[in-house]
């Protein structure tokens, strides 16, 4: 690939400022070897007809096409950025934002916590920034691309832009989507979505009724391939074969009485296993498991005193909280977590990676808490971090009980999983947090997520909760997680 890149943009009239953008892109860019194309297009052809006639003329292999309403204020080196985003064979087109679904009616940024990137917006009247997913060294895989930027390796492309597509709407998506489909048949290289391109857009998007006409064009050709999803592959990092340090004590909980026990785990730890089920008792089951018969409708608060009791007869050090809802995929997972546990006394809790095994697009790896106008809220946190995690430890508020290692005595003496049923998990992470404890999770240790539903269905319940949130809370946040605090302005 030669070391330089084409960039090319379309605009309605000659103006002199259009040498002045030049100018700005060319002192943004950090890149000696540059080629420009500029056509002027006052709406006789759609974009779809004026980029494809860019991708020909274009000198380098890399092509930026962009919106001539952008500017690069926070970075010195975006197209150094860019060759380096491809100098492996991973990426064929790569923007500033994205979207790892499509829904039925192709509107590419609901749901929202589905899209990917950081754009800011600089309107008349307001200056904001929308942070989609934070910011990453390396690309983030999406399934499509919004057009305000759209970077693109010729040679790798699987086709080029539809012309049937008329005016200046969805040429981005129909392009990104045939894209992505051929990826996901093995045929072609990806879409991802750059975090740090420092990009300013004079533009918040006008939904209009010239959108509304593409969008019903888009839908008549593309309506068979929608829904769209992304499909990833599931990355584990293998874990060293360890022995069981001391024995621990496993606490099943069956949230899930269709799932086959035998899918829970991949081996069945040899330790106590205490299962509470409305299930009757099988002959099958392992040995080492113990059914207590519980109510069909029982929820992890009214589970706790039971399993308060059972914990403080009991002289383990460890205890795992663990719903059938959940299945492993390593076998080692259980002794990781206590060796990282019984290491580092200060750790209140250890969580792990928590696929969605139903829509295979997002995962979560513990809460924390989002702050608006001074009201605190859950958050699930990695959910808008879709492949982009690290292996390594991370920090959080609390981790969900779904999937919670923690220490027996401590877990006793300070009463286990009091409050809310609703995010079983949140107020004991906090009591600890608050005499000091960390809480952390691993993206090395990896489980399905099976029937997951976070939809508040009903508001009075809700605002309970928040009474119960704000009161664990007080009036003060603990410095161990203020950091961990998304801020909403």
Known sequence: MRAGITVAFATRSYSPRIGRYIQHLKQSAGLSQIEFLVQINPGRQSLASVYNQFLVRARFDVVCLLHDDLRFERNSHWAAQVLQAFRGDDYAILSAAGSVSLDEMGVYWLPSTHMLGRVNHLLPQQKYLSDYSGVFLEPLPALVLDGLFL?????????GFDEALKGF???????????????????????????????????????????????QAFLRRYHQCLPAYLQPELKLSP???RALPTELVIILWDSNPEMNLDSVWPDWPESPVFFFSPRPTSSV?????????????????????????????????SVIFWETRVQALQSDLIPAMQQRLLQNPDLG??????????SHLLYCNGLGLLEAEGVYHIVQRGMHRPYA??????????????????DRQLFV???????????????????????????????????????????????DAYQQFQQELQASLGHSTPASWRYLLKRQT
């Not at 995690?389 to 923690?406: F, G």
């Open 151 to 159: 970077a693109v390796h010729r040679q790798r492309l699987a086709a």
């Open 169 to 215: 709407h969805f040429y981005d998506i129909a392009l990104s989507l045939m894209q992505s489909q051929a990826h996901q048949q093995g045929q072609a290289a990806a879409c991802g979505v750059l975090t740090r391109l420092g990009i300013s857009h004079a533009s918040a998007g006008t939904p209009d009724r010239h959108y509304e006409s593409a969008r």
């Open 239 to 241: 874990l060293p074969q």
């Open 285 to 317: 089951w392992p040995s080492n498991l113990t059914h207590i018969q519980i109510s069909a409708d029982a929820g992890w608060q009214s589970l706790n005193a039971h399993i308060l009791s059972l914990l403080q007869n009991v002289t383990v050090q």
């Open 349 to 358: 809790s250890l969580g792990l990676r928590l696929h969605y095994a139903d």
């Open 389 to 406: 995690y690290s292996l390594k430890s991370e920090p959080v508020v609390a981790n969900i009980a779904s999937a919670l290692m923690t």
């Open 413 to 459: 003496d300070n009463g286990g999983f009091q409050g809310s049923d609703g995010v079983p998990g949140l107020f004991y992470g906090l009591k600890l947090a608050q005499l000091g404890y960390q809480h952390q999770v691993d993206s090395r240790w990896v489980a399905y997520w099976h029937n997951n539903d976070f939809e508040v269905s009903d508001p």
